[in-house]
């Protein structure tokens, strides 16, 4: 049977229409978007849920890890998974700076790649999975599901230097702290939240040792002080000072598996760990805000939320500027 030309029309339109369509849902959504995988990759998210919940409940202290490294990747030339990389272009890795002492469970964004590589090759990028798992990581422990922005590309190299110079000490003081989450678009009160992460995880010994040696800080709880010294032995000095057992370390909050206020509830009681936590506390400019937050968990997390989404999409890569790597650990060659 033959189709006359007026038959053909609308069918030349439809498959017109329908080859349209099909390029367009191969293609990302705008960068920026919750749904920039939506048309490319519209199982993403799902993949690294599915593949870190079994992760969580084999390690506990995975959903903290997971937090820290998405905070060190985005304070070295911002969210471009340069911490991954196992060389840069000086032959040194951002994981080998003192600052990045016991980053750790690379090996979950990388089984979150491979699955994703079978899902949607070359399409997801690790930048993107770093963001996405520190998410999950958040709400694992109890935290807000945040909605994140997505399509950074990963980056083209990293430095052990740059991580040296870009990840700030414990010892920072509370303005240069603000200045630091004010260039990455943070208000003084979301600021003040971003360290609420710090109610998840551990601190090396090397991390809080000035306050303890060579004399306690009193502002530091004298019981703890106790408890700290019996973790945090002094071994003899070298030439670089005082050493400590290297995986020697202590919690930062009395929930350290949970993320919830109590990390604002142990500085107004006087149980912060670090320098910088004890003097947020203090500061007549934080201080309100520690308080209020040790009241009031859902504005800590109303205020997290907003600087998570900050934190997350500082300086990302987009068009040429980087690319979607193969290999979390190497650039595409």
Known sequence: MQLHRQQLGPLIKIF?????????????????????YANSCP?????????????????????????????????VNGCDASIMLDSGSDGSAEVEAAANLGIRRQDFIVAIKKQ?????????????????????????AGGPAISIPLGRL???????????????PATISVPDMLDLFSNMGMSTE???????????????????????????DPNLNRQDVIKLKARC??????????????????????SNFRFDNTYFRNLVAGRA?????????????????????????????????????????FQVLTGSQGEVRLRCDQINQ
């Open 16 to 36: 017109l229409f329908y080859i349209t369509l099909t390029r367009y849902l191969a293609q990302p959504q705008e960068a920026g978007s919750p749904d920039y």
């Open 233 to 254: 032995p002094r071994l003899l000095p070298r030439l670089n000072g005082p050493q400590f057992p290297i995986n020697a370390f202590a919690a930062l909050d009395t």
């Open 190 to 216: 979301e600021s003040v939240a971003i360290l609420g992460s710090h109610t998840m995880g551990v601190a090396h010994c090397t991390n809080f040792a000035d306050r303890l040696y060579p004399t306690s």
């Open 43 to 75: 199982n993403a998210e799902s993949v690294v849920r599915n593949t870190l919940r079994g992760s969580f409940i084999r390690d506990n202290t995975s959903p903290a890890a997971l937090i820290r490294l998405l905070f060190h990747d985005c304070q």
């Open 116 to 140: 994703l590589e079978l899902a949607c090759p070359q399409t997801v990028s690790c930048a993107d999975i770093i963001a996405l798992a520190a998410r999950e990581a958040i709400i694992h």
């Open 273 to 313: 760990l670090l320098t910088i936590d004890s003097n947020l506390a203090m500061d007549p400019t934080t201080g309100p805000i520690v308080e209020n937050f040790a009241q009031n968990q859902g504005a800590f997390f109303d205020a997290f939320s907003s600087a998570f989404v900050k934190l997350s999409s």
């Open 154 to 168: 990963d980056g083209f190299d990293a430095s052990r230097d740059a991580a040296e110079s870009a990840l700030p």
